[in-house]
């Protein structure tokens, strides 16, 4: 499965094909990645946290992994914020182009 980590670059897929989009994180600090997908063109299929390292609170990264359900052009989008916040960290927006 192709991993995406740069959101300059776009992401071209077509329908059927999986892929991932990993985001630095440390989620012992309270901070995590939230996205929002339109689901009518992307099925967010699982997220998971890869440390880094193995010692405690280490940083690593966080992959979201989706599949294009739907020919069309679309936006993951991002936050990285504690789940109390209203206040985010960062936020990052993907360019997805799935074709037929």
């Known amino acids: 499965m192709k991993r995406y980590a ?3 670059a776009a992401i071209q897929v077509a329908v059927g094909d999986r892929f991932a ?3 630095a994180g ?3 600090t309270g901070y995590s990645w939230q996205v929002r997908v ?3 063109l992307l ?3 699982g997220q998971e946290f890869e440390p880094s390292g193995e010692g405690v609170g ?3 990264v966080e992959v979201f992994r989706f599949r ?3 020919a069309g052009r679309t936006e993951i989008a991002f936050v990285y914020r504690r789940p109390w ?3 985010s960290r960062d936020t990052r927006r993907f360019r997805v182009a799935v074709s037929e």
Do not use: F, H, I, M
């Open 6 to 8: 740069d959101a300059e």
């Open 21 to 23: 989009v990993e985001l």
């Open 26 to 28: 440390n989620p012992s």
């Open 38 to 40: 339109d689901d009518r």
């Open 43 to 45: 099925a967010l299929l």
């Open 58 to 60: 280490a940083g690593g």
């Open 68 to 70: 294009a359900v739907a």
């Open 85 to 87: 916040d209203t206040e």
